[in-house]
């Protein structure tokens, strides 16, 4: 609310005069009434001539009574309500009176007014009117329905007796409810030309069975000319109504502004009572009170609904022209709003699971080690559930749509920053309009993710022992069946049949020399396939490098003047090691050539006359362990290569 204070030095703002000028204007009951007693009507001083004399020529007419008067049922400013009996009908009727210290002209015109009005509104929602009887002192008795219920106000903040007395276990449910019936009566009266002028919880009565109907027209205005037995609204100038649901051109001035939007505003105030639990006007002193009559209304609580603060300050507007066209536009935005609760239901806890995910997020960007990656993505389902839900049910739902949209921008970013851009372009597909920023924020996402990828994928394959499989296990099959053959074919009938001895070194020179040409040859012919891969060229390299080192050992176990056996011990301890590092550095599975050549090392020693053979099988053993390595692999390949060229192959 605008400060109204007067400024020591500047000029007195003008709402400030326009609340002095209204002061000025109060008489010493009004004054009372506005701070003292702000839920009672405040009833204008002047009735309407036409309607004294309509009363006069009523009343100087003998009436029969009719009606036999018992206990009371309530009193009001003016007026007296008696249970009766209705004695032609036989029926328990209500009778409105005039209080007797009351009685005048004045109030003997405005009961009968009131009976008018009513006698012209026949609708369900409206307390009806059965007849006019006279008193036997001459006085006006009004027949009214007798409801056996109470006033809204006492139910309307009373959840367990609503659900007791009629079955609503939804109190804000049942409160709207009754409002767009009483919304239903105004809109009639209005289309019949009355304005009610003092619409309150007090003056709506609740039925046993859960009727709702609009009572005391006691102040209702016309806006047509033929009913002028009412006062006319052009003529409403003077301050009337309850002060704690006062439109602003009810408090009177020199131009009557009343007009069916004031009962509009009457009844955005009873819906401000339905959601805040108390009237939207209050003041400590006459200034506070006319200042929020005048200019705004106290906040509504922070758990009543958007939609529906958004109803009732529309209804509350200052300005006539910015509130609803009618009662039926109001009924039926709080009908749209209770076709649509479910959704604001839904989308409201959907919110509240949406606070819990910015705060587990803004834990995980700080490293929290406590931070559940679970319970993230569990919060993530429920808010994409619960605002998906809500929109399914209303797609209108704007709270809804606005945290569906809050939802996947923190998931998108989360999911980026984390390394997930599958994810985080997923959730970006879900955005109607992503903004560019965001979707900026995915693509370098994924220009980094692919390049990681491709990192990956490359020191994948530089481990894949896959990749040139079929070239080691030819170099094996080569170098195993020569080095088998070679020993004992070579070794044992070859070098004789050339002249060499039993105890030269020279054939020893000449194999590995001869495999170290081959194998030169064979890695150039399979270069891609040898250099492809760290793991194909530390084969390579082993091979070349044993066969490449056993001349020099071999000169140096001859300048040592070793014998030809002590050197083949030698040669296989020298093999064994190197299969020992191959098999650590390498591949396990290599592990088997350890052992042939570490025993081929202890026969040696025993066994001298046997080292051709040893030698012989010991190859043997280093071919096969490199074939069984290497079969299952090509097994799988040639399956893969068959079902690739069935899968060319056109079905017949």
């Given amino acids: ?77 003016m007026g007296v309500v008696y249970l009766a009996e209705q004695e032609s009908l036989g029926r328990k009727v209500a009778v409105k009176q005039v209080r007797a210290e009351s009685r005048s002209a004045t109030t003997t015109t405005r009961l009968l007014q009131e009976a008018w009005v009513i006698g012209q509104l026949e609708h369900p929602n409206i307390l009806p009117v059965y007849d006019i009887a006279t008193s ?11 409801i056996e219920g109470v006033e809204w106000g006492q139910l309307m903040h009373d959840a367990a007796t609503v659900k007791r007395r009629f079955r609503a276990p939804d109190l804000l449910e049942w409160n709207l409810d009754v409002m767009t019936r009483v919304c239903d009566a105004v809109h009639f009266a209005h289309s019949r030309g009355f304005i009610h002028r003092d619409l309150k919880p007090e003056n709506v009565l609740i039925g046993e069975l859960g009727e709702v109907y609009v009572a005391d027209w006691g102040i209702a205005v016309s806006t047509r000319e033929d009913q002028r037995v009412v006062p006319l609204a052009r003529d409403a100038k003077e301050i009337a109504g309850t002060p704690a649901y006062m439109a602003p051109e009810m408090l009177g001035g020199e131009v009557s502004r009343i007009s069916e939007k004031t009962d509009v505003y009457l009844l955005g105030a009873v819906l401000y009572e339905v959601l805040g639990g108390e009237p939207p006007h209050q003041g400590k002193d006459l200034r506070a009170m006319i200042t929020s009559i005048l200019m705004d209304v106290a906040e509504l609580p922070d758990s009543v609904p958007a939609a529906l603060r958004a109803i009732t300050l529309r209804a509350l507007e200052v300005d006539p022209d910015a509130r609803f066209e009618s009662p039926l536009q109001l009924r039926l935005a709080l009908e749209g709003y209770l076709r649509h609760r479910g959704s604001e239901q839904l989308g409201a806890r959907a919110l509240e699971r949406l606070a819990q995910l910015e705060a587990s997020l803004a834990r995980a960007a700080a490293g929290d080690p406590e931070h559940d990656a679970q319970a993230l993505h569990g919060l993530v389902s429920e808010c994409r559930f619960g605002f998906r839900e809500a929109l399914s049910q209303w797609p209108e739902n704007a709270s809804a749509r606005r945290g569906l949209e809050r939802t996947l921008t923190l998931v998108v970013e989360h999911s980026a920053r984390e390394g997930n851009p599958k994810a985080a372009r997923a959730y970006l597909s879900e955005l109607d ?25 490359q020191l994948e394959k530089h481990h894949d022992q896959r990749t040139g499989m079929r070239t080691r296990t030819l170099f094996a099959v080569v170098l195993g069946t ?23 070194f020279a054939p020893l020179y000449i194999v590995p020399t001869f495999c170290l040409f081959l194998v030169l040859g064979l890695g150039y012919w399979a270069r891609e396939s040898m250099m492809a891969t760290p793991l194909n060229r530390r084969f390579f390299a082993s091979i070349v490098a044993l066969l490449a080192m056993q001349p020099w050992l071999l000169h140096l176990a001859q300048v040592q003047q070793l014998s030809l056996s002590a050197t083949f011990s030698f040669l296989f301890a020298y093999w064994a090691a190197l299969a020992c590092m191959a098999s650590i550095s390498l591949d396990v599975q290599l592990f088997p050539m350890v052992v042939g050549y570490g025993v081929a090392s202890g026969l040696s ?22 074939l069984r390595m290497g079969l299952p692999v090509l097994r799988e390949d040639h399956e893969r290569r068959l079902a690739e060229r069935r899968s060319r192959v056109p079905p017949p």
């Fill in 1 to 77: 609310m605008a400060d109204l204070d007067r400024t020591q030095d500047g000029p007195e703002p003008p709402a400030e005069r326009r609340v002095d000028a209204f002061l000025h204007t109060l008489e010493m009951t009004e004054d009372a009434t506005l701070v003292r007693a702000p839920l009672s009507t405040i009833e204008p001083r002047r009735a309407d001539t036409d309607a004294a004399r309509k009363a006069g020529a009523l009343l100087a007419v003998p009436r029969s009574n009719g009606v036999r008067l018992e206990e009371v049922l309530g009193e009001g400013g």
């Fill in 136 to 146: 036997d002192e001459g006085d006006p008795l009004i027949v009214l329905k007798r």
């Fill in 433 to 457: 309009s992503p903004s560019a920023e965001l979707t900026a924020l995915v693509v370098a996402a994924e220009k980094e993710h692919a390049a990681r990828e491709g990192r990956l994928a």
């Fill in 482 to 504: 020569l080095w088998t053959l070679t020993p004992v074919v070579g070794g044992e009938w070859l070098a004789p049949a050339l002249g060499y001895d039993m105890e030269s």
């Fill in 605 to 626: 020693l025993h066994y001298p006359h046997a080292n051709l053979r040893i030698m012989a099988v010991a190859n043997f053993v280093f071919m096969l362990t490199l």
